[in-house]
């Protein structure tokens, strides 16, 4: 499984952006790139994927470099309730022997402050 | 689809005891997966199904721990004898596959079962 790195903590200022990095360097051509995040006990939320191309929802956008060995993504107006450990993971479907997995690292805890 | 549902919410169990965690996963997910988490360790995957059939058990931390998944409307988690040491919030999550592109793939929880050994 491709690994992911994350800073531990990262503080953002309400109604600012926020931009959370990932570096997964050993990513594989047919492997995605999901983030999620986690809220307090709640169970983690699902924000956007994405392979190659940038993404955008109404959550967020993913940006996906290049030669996709990072991505950022982006809170493009933080507010408090953005507040939660965040977490980039690589999930790929092409077979072997953990086709489809979804491990979870360490993630980042973002704070947003008033 | 009411999402994933997870039972009992809470579980206060004596050290020895048999337990047993339910999980209902979305209706027409093929992938289901099971996590731990604590503080020391985070959240951990311990096996997953693909089409009922369990993909990746190596998460399972001993043979006190089994996971089954009879149909693919339920699936169970049972720790038998348990320990304070497998107190824990534990998750069950599902998921589609890639079938016709990479669209709907994400995993949706449940809101988690808290188990406390004592």
């Known amino acids: 499984d491709a690994k992911t790195t994350q800073p531990p903590s990262m503080d953002c200022a309400e109604g600012r952006a926020a931009n959370l990095p990932c570096n997964h360097s050993t990513i594989s051509g047919n492997e995605y790139v999901y983030w999620y995040r986690q809220i307090h006990s709640q169970g983690p939320q699902y924000i956007i994927h994405?392979?190659?191309n940038n993404e955008t929802n109404e959550m967020a956008s993913l940006i996906i470099t290049e030669d996709r060995k990072s991505s950022t993504l982006i809170l493009p107006h933080a507010t408090l309730r953005d507040t939660a450990v965040y977490y980039c993971?690589?999930?790929?479907?092409?077979?072997?022997?953990?086709?489809?997995?979804?491990?979870f690292g360490q993630g980042t805890i973002l704070t947003v402050h008033p | 689809d009411a999402g994933v549902i997870q039972s009992p919410r809470h579980e206060v169990t004596e050290m020895g005891q048999e337990v047993t965690l339910r999980c209902k996963p979305i209706?027409?997910?093929?992938?289901l997966f099971w996590y731990r988490q604590t503080m020391m360790r985070g959240l951990e995957l311990l096996i997953y199904f693909n089409n009922n059939v369990p993909i990746d058990d190596s998460g399972m931390p001993e043979d006190r721990f089994s996971a089954k998944m009879p149909n693919a409307s339920f699936s169970t988690l049972k720790i038998q004898p348990s320990e304070p040491r497998d107190s824990a919030v534990y998750f069950c999550a599902s998921s589609l596959g890639p079938y016709g592109g990479d669209s709907n793939t994400e995993a949706f929880f449940g809101q988690g079962t808290r188990l406390t050994v004592v």
């Open positions: 993971i690589v999930r790929g479907f092409a077979g072997g022997t953990s086709y489809g997995k979804l491990t």
């Open positions: 209706s027409g997910h093929d992938y």
């Open positions: 994405g392979l190659k």
